[in-house]
């Protein structure tokens, strides 16, 4: 999926983006 | 640093000269949490080291919906993991 964004009143700003598939811990 | 279950990396290398760095987030472990994480993506955000907190920021992302309130202390602990090791190794790379 596309990256989203989403910004906190205080201003930060937050980027979310898949996570590659090798950071992902086996279940 | 303990295994939270929530890792959080640099998002870009770190040349250990701005006070600002990017920092990216996301869930291990989902079982290690106690509510259901928002979404199972990487968060990307910058830290300032000299201004910020890691509690400030896991209040923000609780806020903004992406963890349950119920992990905000864990999530401020993988931050100040992270924080913790980036100023350890910037001490080591350029001594007062």
């Not at chain 1, 596309?2 to 910004?7: L, P, R």
């Amino acid at each position: 999926s596309a990256n989203t964004q989403v910004v906190h009143s205080a201003g930060r700003r937050f980027i979310v983006s898949p996570v590659p598939e090798s950071r992902l811990r086996e279940p | 640093a303990e295994d939270t279950g929530v890792r959080v990396e640099l998002a870009e290398e770190d040349h250990g000269r701005k006070s600002t760095i990017a920092l990216r987030l996301w869930v291990e472990d989902p079982k290690k949490l106690k509510g259901k994480p928002k979404d199972n993506g990487a968060i990307e955000f910058t830290f300032d080291l000299e201004k910020e907190s890691p509690d400030d920021v896991a209040q923000e992302m609780v806020e903004s919906g992406f963890f349950h309130e119920l992990d905000m202390k864990i999530v401020a602990k993988s931050i100040r993991d992270r924080v913790a090791l980036i100023q350890w190794r910037r001490e080591r790379m350029c001594p007062e």
